[in-house]
């Protein structure tokens, strides 16, 4: 996987309510897409995947779309916990490789 | 689901020394895997690929005889950091490349990350 060391944008939200993390992909041959969750001082954690024949998919509390025609990827995570808090990257699977996005660091305040 | 496991986790050495960080697929084969050096709040940086009986692949920018890479299995992949140095302090983080028996779909698994501090 290839990503560059960037600064990464930062969400706040309330405990309780909805986050939408975005994510733009830059291959349209992409077939695959992951979201990663980390934590501070760990390693990243799996979330959810989605192949590109799909536009929605749903896990515990959390839902992927996929919009092919604009390269976009958002994962939705309900009713947003203290726990959740950490950054989250999306990776896009093309030509046996895998490519990630800077991340977003989301913050949830009780 | 499948499991890359990272050691060790955390590791303090004095400048100069040598340490070695080990990644394996506990449930799986990694036909390839890779290794990353992050920065706090910021994203993972590619150091290198490997794939398992061959050379690694550096990124550019990326001293291969300062980070020697060994892929000696396909469950097993090692990063030496040579001679280490204060400026070598970052968390390194491995992922593997594989197929959990329960799918189809060749995945990414990272481990957990390994925290270098050298003195």
């Known amino acids: 996987g290839e990503s560059v060391g960037l600064h990464l944008p930062t969400l706040s939200v309330q405990e309780g309510d909805n986050s939408i993390i975005n994510c733009a992909y830059s291959?349209?041959?992409?077939?695959?897409f992951i979201w990663y969750k980390q934590e501070s001082g760990k390693g990243p954690q799996f979330i959810i995947d989605?192949?590109?024949?799909?536009d929605k998919r749903q896990g515990q509390r959390v839902t992927v779309l996929l919009n092919k025609t604009v390269k976009h990827l958002s994962l939705q995570i309900a009713a947003t916990q203290p726990g959740d808090s950490a950054v989250y990257f999306c990776?896009?699977?093309?030509?046996?490789?895998?490519?990630f996005g800077t991340g977003t660091s989301l913050t949830v305040i009780p | 689901g499948a499991v890359v496991s990272q050691h060790p986790s955390w590791v303090i050495c004095k400048s100069g020394t040598s340490v070695k960080i080990e990644c394996r697929s506990l449930?799986?084969?990694?036909?390839?895997m890779f290794w990353y050096r992050q920065f706090p709040k910021q994203s993972l940086m590619l150091m290198a690929t490997?794939?398992?009986?061959?050379?690694?692949?550096?990124e550019q920018g990326v001293e291969k005889d300062k980070f020697l890479i060994n892929h000696a299995s396909l469950t097993l992949s090692t990063l030496t950091v040579t001679s280490a140095h204060p400026e070598d302090s970052s968390f390194y983080i491995c992922?593997?490349?594989?197929?959990?028996?329960?799918?189809?779909?060749?995945?990414?698994?990272f481990g957990s990350g390994t925290q270098l501090s050298v003195l």
């Open positions: 990776a896009e699977n093309f030509s046996n490789q895998f490519y």
């Open positions: 291959n349209s041959a992409s077939d695959y």
């Open positions: 989605i192949r590109s024949n799909m």
């Open positions: 449930d799986f084969q990694a036909t390839t």
């Open positions: 490997s794939n398992e009986g061959s050379k690694a692949t550096y």
């Open positions: 992922s593997a490349r594989g197929r959990a028996f329960t799918s189809s779909v060749e995945k990414l698994f």
